[in-house]
């Protein structure tokens, strides 16, 4: 259900064209989720972390929007949690899952 929900959340924000900081769903079923891979953000003494909102450089302002609407809109949760994020072929964070 939760990749269901995030192919409707995908879809939504890429009518708005606010598309370029998710990984695309490509197929979602009942059984599987299929996404392009991407590279995990590096660990922090081997765990995951949250990223800091206001201060943290690597989030843009454009993708501090979308999250903001992600979670305001669709009721996202666990948005800032680093194993969430990806890093594109430019080196910029994309939100995963």
């Known amino acids: 259900m939760q990749s269901i929900k995030e192919k409707e959340i995908y ?3 890429n009518r708005k064209g606010k ?5 695309p769903v490509l197929h979602t079923d009942e059984k599987l989720s299929i996404q392009p891979f991407y590279e995990p953000l590096p660990l922090k003494r081997d ?4 990223l800091e909102l206001e201060t943290d450089n690597c989030l843009t302002n454009e993708l501090r929007e979308v999250i903001e609407e992600i979670d305001k809109k669709y009721d996202g949760f666990d948005l800032l949690d680093s194993g969430n994020y990806g890093l594109n072929q430019d ?6 899952d």
């Open 91 to 96: 080196g910029n964070l994309i939100l995963i």
């Open 11 to 13: 879809k939504e924000l």
């Open 19 to 23: 598309t370029q900081f998710l990984v």
């Open 47 to 50: 765990e995951t972390y949250n």
